[in-house]
């Protein structure tokens, strides 16, 4: 077992406190089912709790994001459930993680929650910028999951994780699994103009070639795009992380109002309120002239003296969620408040999102955040355990399978 004493999250900033918001302590019983109903001294309802993937928030401190710490805890329900009749043995030689250079903080903590320690691997870049990777250990006959978001510098990440495929394979790999918690080209997954490439297809077939067998993803920017890849797909969403720290905060359900910044992404919003307590749906209309670039144009549904939480799978350059924060506010909106699972944060996204318009920004480590783009609205959540445990259960799947082969 890794030791726990050297994964330490950073610190954190706790945002400005609300009106609406109270933080609270929860139970839970096996009969509960996924969700349950929070109440206050005045017993008006509250957001339904999902009994999702429990952190431990760091103390506050100035000038730090809140970054969960993991912990051992007992998993909840809805992860151990199908654990109950059968016993892993966790310290297998016959799993291997390796960690890429794209998120090595996320990577560590996904091996300390699983009681591993990450494989031995040297990755360097010549002086021309060639990538050379060597495994300095045996994976022979092994399940390799190799994680590795393809993240800024997108090109870079990728080409890593194909060399990283390729090593695997080269080295007689039983299964090799390639964990990307952020899916760089996803927006590329079809044609709206004449003479555009599909880039989405193109990175799916990029690593099948390269002799990848499995691919596990957090929230790709489409649905459609896993059905580009000719190899299973794990989807993991991480709106379960999101939605637990959510209910810590004991949002009323009568002022909720969830809201979609764009019509695309109507489905993923309505699967979202549909969690919080069936929370109202709005939708911000906006009409777009170019990448990155967008316009708001009106709102669809009322938000009037509600808190409004919007919801995506990304923020890049945060033209869109400050642009709807901004009509939300004009409709009067109390308070806005941001969730996304892949911050991107291309410039000029802090300047947007720390100007007033968000109560709170919350987001997960998909993506390594950069220190220098930290800001006092800013809240980071750990999919680390959520991976992990998908992991776990993709590495029984192939286990199971090998033995009827």
């Not at 699983?114 to 060639?130: S, T, W």
């Not at 039983?174 to 927006?187: D, E, L, M, Q, W």
């Not at 750990?382 to 029984?396: F, K, P």
Request: aromatic share 6%; glycine share 6%.
């Amino acid at each position: 077992m890794a030791s726990s004493a050297s994964m330490v999250a950073p610190s954190s900033v706790s945002p400005s406190s609300s009106s609406s918001f109270s933080p609270s302590s929860s139970s839970s019983s096996p009969s509960s089912g996924f969700y349950k109903t929070l109440f206050s001294n005045d017993s008006r309802p509250r957001v339904s709790v999902p009994i999702g993937v429990k952190c431990d928030m760091a103390e506050p401190s100035n000038g730090k994001p809140i970054v969960p710490i993991l912990n051992q805890r007992t998993l909840p329900k809805f992860l151990e459930s199908a654990r109950v009749e059968k016993t892993v043995n966790r310290n297998s030689t016959r799993l291997k993680l390796f960690s890429g250079t794209a998120n090595p903080a996320l990577s560590k903590e996904i091996a300390w929650y699983m009681g591993l320690e990450l494989g031995k691997i040297n990755i360097k870049r010549f002086a021309d910028g060639e990538i050379y990777v060597q495994l300095q250990e045996s994976v022979r006959g092994c399940d390799v999951f190799l994680l590795q978001p393809t993240c800024p510098p997108v090109n870079e990440n990728l080409m890593e994780l194909e060399i990283m495929i390729d090593a695997c394979r080269r080295a007689s790999a039983k299964n090799i699994t390639a964990v990307v918690p952020y899916f760089g080209y996803a927006r590329a997954d079809r044609k709206t103009q004449g003479r555009e490439s599909i880039a989405a297809k193109l990175v799916a077939n990029i690593i099948t070639e390269a002799g990848a067998n499995r691919v596990l993803a957090c929230d790709i920017h489409s649905g459609q795009a896993i059905g580009y890849f000719d190899i299973p797909v794990d989807h993991v969403y991480c709106e379960h992380v999101i939605l637990d720290y959510l209910a810590s905060k004991r949002i009323c359900s009568n002022d909720l109002v969830v809201v979609s910044p764009d019509v695309g992404g109507v489905a993923r919003a309505r699967a979202f309120a549909k969690k919080l307590s069936d929370a109202p749906l709005a939708i911000v209309d906006k009409r777009r002239y170019g990448h990155n670039v967008a316009e708001v144009m009106n709102l669809i549904g009322d938000v009037k003296d509600k808190v409004a939480v919007m919801v995506d799978d990304m923020i890049d350059t945060a033209g869109t969620i400050a642009k709807g924060a901004a009509l939300l506010h004009q409709e009067g909106a109390r308070e806005v408040y941001a969730c996304c699972t892949h911050a991107v944060f291309s410039p000029p996204a802090i300047e947007r999102l720390s100007n007033g318009l968000f109560q709170e920004v919350i987001v997960t480590n998909t993506i390594p955040v950069a220190e220098k783009n930290y800001f006092p609205q800013l809240t980071v959540l750990s999919v680390a355990n959520l991976l992990g445990e998908t992991i776990w259960r993709v590495h029984d799947d192939c286990s199971v399978s090998s033995i009827f082969q």
